[in-house]
């Protein structure tokens, strides 16, 4: 049976934007918690603080936005990598010697993949990828696909902010960064690994693989831009391939298995917190199934006192993360050579013991919470929104249009704008959904106000 190993698969090599003069002290700051500290101080990931993570627009200062929950869900990835990162490193103690491999560093990998994976997520959740894929899939958009492959198309057409968000980490626009010659434009230059773990779906959008039961298939995670950078880091770390060999598509590194598991966390457990405090979901039935996560002594809840019934939920909450944390862990070190073979391929949390109330829980997020009347209305506008948005960029982009459309350009942040020569019409696309995915939810909306003249701007 063909495996792939932990000795290729931690590895610090990155793809650089700078020459050797710039080297780093890992006895101070190791090169994954670097990864983690490029992304912090990232404008992309300081947008997510006006993106949509369960409400959208809320008004409750509460309620987690994308950046919020992105760190929150660092925080579980990296107690979930902590804890696998020193069993592994007991079962393969060589790890340690030459390649200077510490249980922090399983921890600071995966947190940082947590924290950047919805760094490509376009204003709105994922109505606005439906509004993205639904754009070009219009009449309005196929002059502009005419000279695009069956791929590049599939790149627009069942749009991916996952495939974004590798875009974001690993892309430096030529007219906004003059590098020097020779050296690569790569983005925030994170490392191999991080990069891989961050990949929780290692394949280019076709072939796309319909009813599949493997979950890294279900979706894709580079555009046609990216998947030579993805295919040297696969190359590089050893992963397994898969599907026709003239097809970037590979099975997953191991530990985005816990990316996933960290996100699946977060936001069954604190998106339905957010449901209960802001009364979509009664609070009574909302702490009846947080205690059937624990299923412990109830008499240990009954005998502490709580100021009111958003105290006691705080405290299950911080129960139950702690408790699917160690769960999870220990699943992922169970199966950990059917991992590295590529013949496991299923969400971690699907074996937890308590999946029954986690998908009760799910099911009743959904009816009560994300099908909410105001947050259905409000991704209805944000769906109409940037479409609008797409069909102005686009046709202000390729300059089909009157002097209207050359306005709009000259708003469109130029570096988005300014492409080498030679480039293609899909290239050109692409810099145009870069521009519109990076907008946040109140920038997106204000933008197409103020296009549409239902809004006009203030004047100093």
Known sequence: MTTTSWERLISKK?????????????????????????????????????????????????????????????VVGRSLGRI????????????????????????????????????GNPPFGHSGEDAISAYFLSEEAQPFLTNLTDAQKADLQRFEGNAAGFRVLTYTYPAHCKLPDGVSHSGLALTFTTLATFTKYPKESLPEVKGTKSTSEKKYGFFQTEKTWFDTI???????????????????????????????????IIDFEDGLRLGLVPHQQGIVLLRQILNDDPNRVSSLTFYDWREEIGYLRARIIGKLIQETSQIFLQHEDAILAGTYDKPLINELTCKPVLDEIKSLSVELIY???????????????????????????????????????DLIPQHYL??????????????????????TDQAALGLYRKIKGIELPRMY
């Open 234 to 268: 696969a190359q590089e770390l050893g992963l397994l391939g898969k599907g026709a060999d003239d097809h970037v598509f590979y099975h997953r590194h191991p530990l985005a298995f816990l990316v996933e598991a960290a996100d699946d966390i977060c936001y069954r």
């Open 14 to 74: 990155r793809f650089e934007t700078s020459d050797s003069r710039y080297s780093s002290d890992e006895s101070v700051r190791g090169e994954f918690q670097r990864d983690y500290d490029r992304i912090v101080f990232s404008s992309a990931f300081r947008r997510l603080q006006n993106k949509t993570q369960v409400m959208p627009m809320p008004e409750s200062d509460f309620v987690h936005t994308r950046l919020t929950h992105s760190l929150e869900a660092s």
């Open 418 to 439: 300014k492409l080498p020569e030679g480039a293609s019409d899909y290239e050109r696309i692409i810099h145009i959904t870069d521009y519109v995915t990076s907008l």
């Open 371 to 409: 099908r909410n009347k105001p947050v259905l209305e409000i991704e209805a506008a944000g769906f109409e929104v940037l479409g609008g948005l797409l069909d102005a960029c686009m046709k202000a982009a390729f300059r089909q249009e009157s002097k209207h459309h050359r306005k709009i350009a």
């Open 84 to 119: 696998v990162g020193k069993s592994i490193l007991e079962r393969y103690p060589e790890l340690t010697g030459d390649k200077n491999i510490q249980e922090a560093d399983f921890g600071d990998i995966v947190a940082a993949a947590c924290l950047a994976h919805d760094i």
